[in-house]
């Protein structure tokens, strides 16, 4: 176990150096900063601001001290909120967390039953209906089923508020929409992994004990079946935080992924790398937990 | 599974709050803006959305009406001793939000921050404005004296937005929490609650000079999309959105809770020509590629009509306009005589640059027109942040030339555009790498270094002439700010772009 999380401690300096190495060079070649923030200014007010800023060392050197500060937490000062970019992608965090965390409790609520359904009634109109539904939940784009979702039920029927974080209506329509872009996914998972082990013989074991059916579904199928849904929630967490940038950017939700695009657009270096640095280290611990989950739900599997 | 599904909805929806749209009531006014400004010091940024803000919280010397004309403010009255003093007296009896009293310290207070003098790395991103300000002056309580090193004048324009803040407040509690927590002017409504990423609360000031405004909350939300902002317009959770676009008009137009207002705006649109290399170094062919373009069509086909055609960039609505200097005719036929006779009875082909986004549409359609006329054009449209190291920095210009929007500052003079554009001083913007026109900067350098307001009129005339002639850009058009307005709410665009919103009135 002591070895184990020694490995994932280096995994994770790796996958810190590997981010932060990205994010800085895709930020500098992207652009100057200073031309944006300045831009009917002199050009010598624009050099001031690059060389106040730092901008006029040679890039490695720039790299270097970004990694230096890095290290020590620290990501510099916002170009434009004039505070610690850390601090600012800490106090937006919880928003990100908190929606991610309820579209992917949204997403299991549906995908697990309506999976365990599909592959119990294999074949039944229910089945295929929900088949159809998979599919248009896949094919739509997170923007569009936010705005579609918003016309219904915001424009159209006024029961929920447009967009916003203030209250907790308004909190529904963001999850939906996030959860809509997952649930697919881990449907077809739940589906095809309880196919695999519904006709295997424990199961057969188990019903011919006389079992009640859906305590065999339930405990005996759906613990083995779970395996796959466990890996594909993890992966998708990452995915998830990817998708919550879009929706909240359309419902307005003061998260961390709005701070990026707009981070993005005034080439706000600091927020940018403290922001990607954070979301990456989430996803990390996040895919360590499911690795930990692994071994409690299947303790054959040795991790090496 | 659809009764599972319609389990879930209906105790979705019954645990919600009986009423969730928030009901407006008639005392708040809601504008819904792309973002808020990350900081609410008037004098610590240069974003258009901060000053937007700002203006309502801040009152600055000078104020211009729907008009736009000067208007006493903080400042009753204003004259020039001589050539480089401005003599400006105080309004008495002003107060702060904090209840402490306006005074002059304030005022020197307010101009020395930004001007930081003795200092080489200026904090203020203004300090270009008014860097000409060499000394502010208290005669006595009620009066200040501003030298400017030289004669300046645009003086009155630049301190239409010059905040004047509280000194020993912010001495006080610093210039963080003035920035965002404690921030405190003479404006119409005063800080409750600035919440980032989401909305920034606003209470009126009942001490206001002017008396208090006819909204007790302002309220600012930030709403990133577009589409949002519409959807909020609509049902009642903002009040107010600005820049809304040619395609989306029809639809608030047409809607029963919602108008649009719009007013022409500085924002002039243009085709930078580089002068140094074929084939714009020949005159000819200058003049030929703005006879190739249809103005008047763009506008009424590509902006719903919300814009004007420009016979040379300087704005009608800025000082110096020549208005007997006509618009070039869309004539694509002289064109082609024209590009004939500099030389290129095939046509000829070119590379025009773009970083402006959003008038992708209109850029497209000119290169056509451009290309109709025998100047076959290849429209390159680029990112803002590298476009903008190709241009000016990398390789100093854009091949053959590009097409942008400058906004003048906000400032209502031929200088804010002609200076830019095509004075060729190292330290200048663009002129220095496209503008290639003789005895042009001497006459832009005389117009500004002179307070002879009839005089700097007839230099701008003669600059006006010339440039028609010698086209250094193709003249294309200037633009207007549309807002959408709920019809709960009596307001009116302004031509300088600014939500002045103690204006703004309850419908009844």
Same mark, same amino acid.
């Given at each position: 176990?002591?070895?184990?999380? %020694? ?6 300096? /790796? $996958?810190?150096? &590997?981010? !932060?190495?990205? @994010? *800085? ?99 039944? %109109? ?6 159809? /539904? $998979?599919?248009? &939940?896949? !094919?739509?784009? @997170? *923007? ?108 307005? $939700? ?51 | ?508």
């Amino acid at each position: 176990m002591t070895a184990l999380l %020694v490995r994932r401690v280096i995994r994770l300096l /790796v $996958v810190c150096a &590997g981010v !932060s190495l990205v @994010t *800085f060079s895709i930020l500098h070649v992207s652009g100057d900063p200073a031309a944006l923030m300045l831009p009917e200014a002199i050009e010598a007010d624009r050099i001031a601001l690059r060389k106040s800023l730092g901008f006029d060392q040679p890039l490695a050197t720039q790299f270097v001290r970004f990694l230096g500060n890095t290290a020590t937490g620290n990501f510099g000062n916002s170009f434009y909120h004039r505070k610690p970019a850390l601090h600012l992608v800490v106090e937006r965090m919880p928003t990100t967390i908190m929606l991610t965390l309820a579209a992917m409790a949204v997403a299991i609520l549906v995908a697990v039953p309506v999976g365990i359904y599909g592959a119990v009634r294999r074949n039944s %109109v229910t089945d295929h209906l929900s088949t159809v /539904v $998979v599919f248009l &939940g896949q !094919s739509m784009p @997170t *923007f569009w089923t936010g705005i579609m979702l918003m016309l219904l039920f915001s424009v159209q029927w006024r029961l929920l508020p447009v967009s916003g974080w203030a209250t907790w209506s308004a909190a529904v329509l963001p999850t939906i929409t996030l959860g809509t872009f997952t649930a697919p996914l881990l449907l077809r998972i739940v589906r095809s992994s309880m196919l695999d082990v519904i006709n295997l013989d424990y199961v057969r074991t188990a019903r011919a004990k006389g079992v009640s059916e859906w305590r065999v579904i339930l405990r005996h199928a759906l613990k083995n079946a779970a395996l796959p849904l466990v890996t594909v929630t993890g992966l998708q967490f990452g995915l998830l935080l990817g998708g919550a940038v879009i929706t909240e950017s359309v419902f307005a $939700v003061p998260g961390v992924g709005r701070l990026i695009v707009d981070g993005i657009r005034q080439l706000d270096f600091p927020v940018v790398q403290a922001a990607v640095f954070m979301l990456a280290m989430i996803v990390v611990l996040v895919n360590f937990a499911v690795d930990m989950l692994y071994v409690y739900l299947n303790p054959q599997i040795r991790v090496r | 599974m659809l009764k599972f599904l319609a389990a879930a909805l209906l105790s979705a929806l019954l645990t919600l709050p009986v009423s969730v749209v928030d009901a407006q009531t008639k005392d708040t006014l809601t504008v819904g803006l792309v973002w808020i400004n990350d900081t609410l010091d008037p004098h610590m940024h240069f974003q258009r959305v901060g000053i937007l803000i700002n203006i309502n919280m801040f009152d600055s010397l000078l104020h211009k009406n729907t008009k736009l004309e000067y208007e006493p403010s903080l400042a009753t009255s204003w004259k020039t001793l001589n050539d480089t003093t401005w003599e400006f007296k105080l309004r008495k009896g002003v107060k702060f939000h904090n209840g402490d009293l306006l005074t002059a310290e304030d005022v020197k207070y307010s101009f020395e921050r930004v001007l930081e003098p003795g200092k080489e790395q200026k904090r203020s991103p203004q300090y270009g404005n008014v860097r000409a300000i060499k000394e502010v002056r208290i005669v006595n309580p009620e009066t200040i004296h501003l030298v400017t090193d030289k004669p300046f004048p645009l003086l009155l324009e630049r301190l239409v937005f010059f905040p004047i803040v509280p000194k020993k407040h912010i001495e006080k509690v610093g210039d963080a929490a003035f920035a965002e927590s404690a921030t405190v002017g003479t404006g119409p409504w005063k800080l409750v609650e600035w919440k980032r990423g989401q909305h920034l609360r606003l209470e009126a000031f009942n001490d206001h000079w002017r008396g208090k405004p006819a909204f007790k909350n302002l309220v600012f939300r930030e709403i990133p999309e577009v589409a949002t902002q519409i959807a909020e317009l609509k049902t009642g959770g903002v009040d107010l959105i600005r820049n809304v676009s040619a395609d989306l008009m029809p639809e608030l137009k047409a809607h029963a809770q919602t108008y649009v207002t719009s007013a022409p705006i500085l924002r002039t649109h243009y085709i930078q020509l580089d002068m140094r290399t074929e084939p714009f170094n020949k005159k000819l062919v200058r003049q030929a590629a703005n006879y190739a373009m249809d103005r008047e069509g763009i506008v009424q086909k590509m902006m719903a009509g919300l814009g004007k055609p420009m016979a040379t960039v300087v704005h009608s609505a800025a000082f110096g306009y020549d208005p007997s200097v006509t618009v070039y005719p869309y004539d694509p036929k002289k064109a082609k005589a024209l590009l004939a006779q500099a030389g290129y009875p095939n046509g000829v082909d070119i590379t025009i640059h773009s970083a402006f986004t959003e008038f992708r549409p209109v850029f497209e359609a000119m290169a056509q027109m451009l290309t109709d006329s025998g100047i076959r054009t290849t429209a390159k449209i680029w990112d803002p942040g590298p476009a903008w190291n190709k241009f000016f920095q990398g390789e100093g210009k854009a091949a053959h030339g590009f097409y942008g929007s400058w906004g003048y500052y906000s400032v209502f003079d031929a200088d804010a555009i002609l200076h830019p554009l095509y004075h060729t001083e190292p330290g200048g913007w663009v002129g220095k790498w496209y503008t290639k026109v003789e005895g042009l900067d001497p006459m832009i350098d005389q117009a500004r270094s002179i307070l002879d307001q009839p005089r700097r009129r007839q230099i701008y005339s003669q600059i006006q002439k010339l440039i028609k002639e010698e086209a250094p850009s193709i003249f294309l058009f200037h633009q207007y700010d549309t807002l959408g307005v709920s019809k709960k709410v009596d307001y009116a665009a302004r031509g300088d772009e600014w939500l002045w919103l103690y204006d703004a009135k309850p419908k009844r």
